[in-house]
């Protein structure tokens, strides 16, 4: 989801458009209750993606897909969700593999922390597991990070691409995920970065 045609200036050609493709999912409602209902959680999903674009974050993915891993083996195939941005980070001047290096500087000791020579130049790979503090009628459900950190060749910027997702269980095929779209990542000009996310 690119955020700019999600968070359109008002009274723009992109909140036109942004109105012209929303507006079959009105129409579709049964009642103007539901048609509300939908109505709040957009506006609330376009202020959450705000507060990503206030941090940097320029595209955003959603991700729900069957669990087709060991099907065999009792788990239920149930759905598994994923969140994936990049975002862009000003840094000082530097080297790119010093760039990379203090990127991961100050994690928590248990994150697990690669470092990598990609096409694209020097990454540095994190993973980190949260699990939330008790809150009342909330599941502690634990959730896994997965982060990539390119420098950019003009030494003053850093890509994060962040990978998110509860299926702990999946790690591995989720890391693997993360790494091949690092590997198909290249920087083709002074402001662009171009990624095969699909």
């Given at each position: ?104 500087s100050g994690l ?57 997702t509860t299926a ?8 693997a995920i993360l ?20």
């Open positions: 989801m690119p955020l700019d045609a999600l968070l359109p200036a008002p009274d723009s050609p992109a909140a036109d458009s942004l109105c012209t493709v929303l507006a079959p999912f009105l129409k579709a409602a049964p009642d103007e209750t539901v048609r509300q209902r939908f109505i709040g959680q957009f506006t609330q999903g376009q202020r959450l993606l705000g507060v990503l674009r206030e941090t940097g974050t320029v595209h955003c993915s959603i991700g729900l897909h069957r669990d087709d891993v060991d099907e065999g083996a009792g788990t239920g195939g149930g759905p598994l969700l994923s969140f994936f941005t990049v975002s862009w980070r000003t840094t000082a001047v530097a080297p790119r593999a010093v760039t990379a290096a203090r990127a991961v928590d000791a248990r994150a697990v922390i690669e470092y990598a020579e990609l096409p694209c130049g020097p990454v540095t790979f994190t993973e980190t597991v949260h699990t939330p503090d008790a809150v009342e009628g909330l599941p502690r459900t634990p959730l896994i990070q997965f982060r990539a950190h390119l420098p950019h060749p003009d030494c003053r910027r850093l890509a994060v691409f962040t990978l998110s702990v269980g999946r790690r591995e095929q989720y890391r790494h091949r779209i690092a590997m198909m990542t290249s920087f083709e000009g002074p402001g662009s970065l171009r990624t095969a996310t699909r």
